[in-house]
C-alpha cells in the first residue's frame, strides 16, 4: 500500500514568515501534486510535479520533486493570511493509467496577521 | 461556470437512511472519481468510472455503497443504511483520460452527517 505522510500537519505562524510543507513515501510516484483546499470546498490544484528534482516556482510557492521520486516540499517565502488552509500533496501510482491520486493526511496553515 | 457540481452541499441524515449524493463532471471528461474525506484528513479513493463503466473499487468501500454513471456523464453515489461512520465530505473529481499529466478537477464536496 502506497502512503504519503506530510509533516507538520499543522502549522501557525505569523504573517511574512518562511515555512515549509514536506510530503514523504517510501513508494515511487510517477508524478506528484500538490493542492490548496479551504473549509467546506474541494481541493483546488496548485502544481504537478514530474521529474526527479524538478523544481516548480508559482509566486511565492516554490515546489520541489525529490531526485527518487518518493518525496516532494512545498516552501512558502513571506507568508500572508490568504494563504491559509488546507495543504495535500497527492501521489500518481507509476504503475496506474488512471488519474487515482494516493493523498497525504494534509497539512492546516494558519497565517496570523 | 462549468466546473464539477455536486448536489446536495450539505445532507444531514439519522442513522438508518439511505442517502444519495449527485456528481456533474465538466461535459468533455470521462473519468469520474468520487473520495471521502473526514475533517482534519486528505481525501480517500472511493470508486472511479471511465465513460459509464466502473473499473476500480477501493476496499473502503462497503456494500452499503453502490455508485453508478449510467450514460457516462454524471453520476450517484447512494449509501444504504447509514452509519454514524459514514459521516465526511464525499467529493468527485473528474478529469479526461490519456491527457499529460491528467489532473482531477475536484468539485465542492457534499458533507453528510448521520446522526
Known amino acids: 500500500t502506497q502512503l504519503l505522510e506530510q509533516s507538520p500537519q499543522f502549522l501557525s505562524i505569523q504573517e511574512g514568515e518562511n515555512l515549509t510543507v514536506y510530503c514523504n513515501s517510501s513508494?515511487?510516484?510517477?508524478?506528484l501534486q500538490w493542492y490548496r483546499q479551504e473549509p467546506g470546498e474541494g481541493p483546488v490544484l496548485l502544481v504537478t510535479?514530474?521529474?526527479?528534482?524538478e523544481v516548480k516556482k508559482l509566486k511565492r510557492l516554490t515546489f520541489q520533486f525529490g531526485d527518487a521520486r518518493k518525496d516532494s516540499s512545498l516552501h512558502i517565502t513571506a507568508a500572508q493570511p490568504g494563504d491559509t488552509g488546507l495543504y495535500l500533496c497527492a501521489g500518481k501510482d507509476g504503475s496506474s493509467n488512471t488519474g487515482k491520486l494516493i493523498f497525504g493526511q494534509g497539512t492546516t496553515l494558519q497565517v496570523k496577521p | 461556470d462549468t466546473g464539477v457540481s455536486q448536489d446536495p452541499r450539505h445532507k444531514i441524515t439519522k442513522r438508518g437512511q439511505n442517502v444519495t449524493f449527485r456528481c456533474d463532471p465538466i461535459s468533455e471528461h470521462n473519468r469520474l472519481y468520487w473520495y471521502r474525506q473526514t475533517l482534519g484528513q486528505g481525501p480517500e479513493f472511493l470508486t472511479y468510472?471511465?465513460?459509464?463503466?466502473?473499473?476500480?473499487k477501493s476496499r473502503l468501500l462497503s456494500d452499503r455503497f453502490s455508485a453508478e454513471r449510467p450514460k457516462g456523464s454524471f453520476s450517484t453515489l447512494e449509501i444504504q443504511r447509514t452509519e454514524q461512520g459514514d459521516s465526511a465530505m464525499y467529493l468527485c473529481?473528474?478529469?479526461?483520460?490519456?491527457?499529460?499529466?491528467?489532473?482531477?478537477?475536484f468539485g465542492s464536496g457534499t458533507q453528510l452527517s448521520v446522526l
Open positions: 473529481a473528474s478529469s479526461l483520460a490519456g491527457t499529460v499529466g491528467e489532473k482531477l478537477f
Open positions: 510535479v514530474v521529474t526527479g528534482g
Open positions: 468510472f471511465q465513460n459509464e463503466a466502473q473499473l476500480e
Open positions: 513508494s515511487v510516484f510517477s508524478s
